[in-house]
């Protein structure tokens, strides 16, 4: 990552620093922006997933049967998405249950990086709910929290990642 690279060239280049803070100062840049992000475990039994037979013809909801989804803001779910660890790698969890592995923050929720865990979970514990067509029946096991990282994910402003010339014309129409 970025962040670890910081001085990597200071005894190769001795110039490189100088130079780098200049080329920095000139755009307005001071480094890449890493929102928080935590991923959160979470097991809940089947019997919790609405017992509906898919219309696709993919099986039982309560099967999961696919990868995962992710969660477009306009939901109103601050979980960004979720990975359906039980479909993915069978035999990880036992058969009656569904392990869902949860990714929440970003850029554009700041502030589950000052909440403390009980609180992430209950958040994700909530989209979950909402999103996964699950019942308001209680979960049976707890759930488990996965380290958040200090720096997931850069985040490269628009700014930052502009060409230093104008672009290219396109020759494709740009879609609505």
Known sequence: PAHALKGVFDSILPGAKVLTDKLRADIGRQGIHYPPVAAVTVAYPKTAFR?????????????????GSLNPRSEGVRTLGTLWSSSLFPGRCPPEYNVLLNYIGGSRDPAIGGME?????KAVDQGCREVRASTKNKRETPATPLPSFETPFPLVPPAAAAPPHPPLPSTRPFLP
């Open 117 to 121: 865990q009980e609180e992430i979970v």
């Open 51 to 67: 017992d509906v037979e898919l219309p696709n013809g993919f099986g039982p909801l309560r099967d999961l049967p696919g990868f």
